[in-house]
């Protein structure tokens, strides 16, 4: 088993860690939402480039393997699918 930063740290200090990254991210994604919006671009051009850039993370984050940016493809491609889907059925 590989050791991680987080092996042996109390669940609490955990959680604090957690909350004090996702904090620190969503002030950083409001910040982009609204640049987006200024620059004229639509919600969905924002919402497609942070799915895009959690993919680029993941696969280098995890080794850039080519099976998994295969996976990582066929999920995005599977939840822009969806969304036509449900954007179709909503009008």
């Given at each position: 088993?590989?050791?991680?930063?987080?092996a042996g740290m109390p669940e609490i200090e955990i959680q604090q860690n957690l909350d004090k990254?996702?904090?620190?991210?969503?002030e950083h994604l409001?910040?982009?939402?609204q640049d987006c919006t200024e620059a004229?671009?639509?919600?969905?051009?924002?919402?497609a480039g942070i799915v895009a850039t959690l993919m680029q993370a993941m696969e280098t984050s995890l080794g850039g393997s080519a099976?998994?940016?295969?996976?990582?493809?066929?999920?995005?491609?599977?939840?822009a699918q969806k969304?036509?889907?449900?954007?179709g059925n909503a009008n």
């Open positions: 088993m590989q050791d991680t930063p987080t990254a996702a904090k620190i991210i969503t409001d910040k982009a939402l004229g671009l639509e919600r969905d051009f924002f919402n099976a998994l940016a295969g996976a990582l493809h066929q999920m995005a491609e599977m939840a969304a036509e889907h449900d954007a």
